[in-house]
C-alpha cells in the first residue's frame, strides 16, 4: 500500500512538472501515458479534444490497442451514432464503465475491436472544444477499482489545471490581437477614406484575429443586395464566392435583416438556421453573421458579411464584441467624416445663394490654373455685377432683393454648363470660371453670351428690368497669375457698368 502510494504521488509530480512547463497541454509525454496505464491496469490512454458537432481529434494515443483504434490518430471521427464518449462530452461528466459489453449504450466498433471497460473523463475546455481522458481495457473484463478510479480523476483535474492556464493565456493573446485590431481600425478611420473603402481595409484587418475565412460587403440597393468578398481564406472554394456574390433578393438577404432591424445577427451553426441558403450550407458554411455599418434608410445601406467554413467554432464573446466595436468605429467616422464635410461646405458656400464664396473661388481658381497650365489648355474669369439692387432693395424691400439674387445665381446655373464654377463673392457680385480648349476668340465670346442667356432667362422670371455688367480675362492671353485675371476681368467688368449708367443717363 505505502509503495502504490509512493508510485502514485511519484506519477503526478512527473505529470505537474511536465504540465507546468510543456507549451501544449493537450499532450502528455509516452513516459507520462504509460505511467498511467502501468498504474490503472489500462491496456490503452487516450487524450482527445472535440464536440459533438465538431467531432473529436485524438491527441495522445499510448498503449497496445487493437489495429481499428490506429486510425484515430490520423484524423477526427464524427458521431455516427449514440456512444457514452459522445454522452460524456455533453454533459462533461466522468464515466466509468466496468463491463462494456452488458453496458446500455455500445459501440459495434468497440464491441469488435474487444473492449471490457472504459473510463471517459472530461477534463475542461480549451478553445471552446472539451478535453477528455479516456483509460480502454480489452479482453475480460475488469472493474475499476477505488483506487484506479481516484488516480484517473486526480490526472484529469491536474489536466484541468493546466487547461485552465491554457485557455487564460490564450484568451489574453486573442484579447491582445483584438485590441491590436480595434487600434488599427481606429486608425484606419482617420484617414480620408469613403466609407466603403474604411469598411473594406477594416474587414481585412479584423480577419486574422477573428479566424474568418471569408468577409464580404453587401451594399442594399433598392429591391436586391449586392456583394462583393473581401477576404477569402483557402478553406472558401470558388463556388461559395460566386454564391456569396451573387446579386440576391433583399427578402433572402442576412444584410437586409441586420439593416433593418439596426442589429448584428449571428447564426453559430447556419447548417441548422431556419433561414439558411441549402447552396451555402453545402459550400460548408458553418457560422456566418451579418453586422450593419450604416444606420438609417436600410434601403441603401451597407452591411459586414462576416463567415467560418467547415470545422470552425462558434462566435465567441470576444468576436461579437471584436466586430460590433470595429462597426461602431467606422460609423462614427463616417458620421464624423460627413460633418466635417458638411462643415466644409458651408466653409466655402454662400449661404443665400448656394453658390461657392469668395474663398471657393481663389481655392478654385488656383487649381484650375495648375491645370490649365498643365493641360495647355484656356481658361477664363468672368467678373459680374448685378446692377440695380439697392434699388430693388429700396423700393421693394430686402426680401425682394434676395429673391433677385437667387433668381440670378438660378438663371446663370441655367446658362452655364456643369463643368463651369460660380461663385457670387459679394452683395451683388458673381464671378464665373470657364475652361475651354477652343480658341480664345470664340471661347470669350461663347462665355459673354451665356451671360446674356442668363440675364434673359431672368428677365423671363420676374424681373424685366434687371442688367448685368461684365468683364472677363482670359488665361493665358491676359496674364497667368489668379491675381492679374481677378484685376483685369474687375475692371473689364467696371468699364460696362459705367457704359450702362452712360446710356442711362443719355
Known sequence: MAQERAEDAEYLANLSLELDVTKDPRVISEYVASRLGQLTHADQICISFGTVLRGVQVMVLHGEGPPQFEVFRHQRFHRAEDGVLWACIESEEALFIDDYPRSSTTSP????AGLSAVAHLPFGQLAGEVGILTAFRFGTPRPWTPRERTLLEVTARTLGHALQRAQHVLELDQALRFSKALAQVARLTELPLSLYDTARQAAQIMAGPARLDLVALAQVDGEVVLRQVDFRSAAVSAELVRLIEQQVPRSQSLAWQSLEQNEALFIDRYPDHPGRIEAL?????????????????????????????????????????????????????????????????AALTDPLTQLGNRRALEDALRLSLAEARETRSGLSLISMDLDGLKAVNDREGHQRGDALLVGFARSLQQAFRGEDALFRVGGDEFMVLVHHSAPVGPAVSGALARVQAALKWLRTNGF???????????????????????????????????????????
Open 464 to 506: 424685366d428690368q434687371a442688367d448685368v455688367s461684365a468683364g472677363i480675362a482670359t488665361f493665358p492671353e491676359d496674364g497667368d497669375k489668379a491675381a492679374a485675371l481677378l484685376r483685369l476681368s474687375d475692371q473689364r467688368m467696371y468699364l460696362q457698368k459705367q457704359e450702362h449708367r452712360a446710356h442711362l443717363q443719355c
Open 281 to 345: 450550407a453545402n459550400e460548408s458554411v458553418q457560422a456566418l453573421a451579418s453586422i450593419p455599418l450604416t444606420p438609417g434608410d436600410p434601403g441603401r445601406g451597407l452591411a459586414l458579411i462576416v463567415c467560418r467554413v467547415g470545422d470552425a467554432p462558434t462566435w465567441s464573446e470576444n468576436d461579437r464584441e471584436l466586430f460590433l466595436t470595429a462597426a461602431q468605429s467606422i460609423r462614427l467616422a463616417h458620421e464624423r467624416q460627413h460633418a466635417m464635410e458638411h462643415l466644409r461646405d
Open 109 to 112: 466498433l468497440m464491441l469488435q
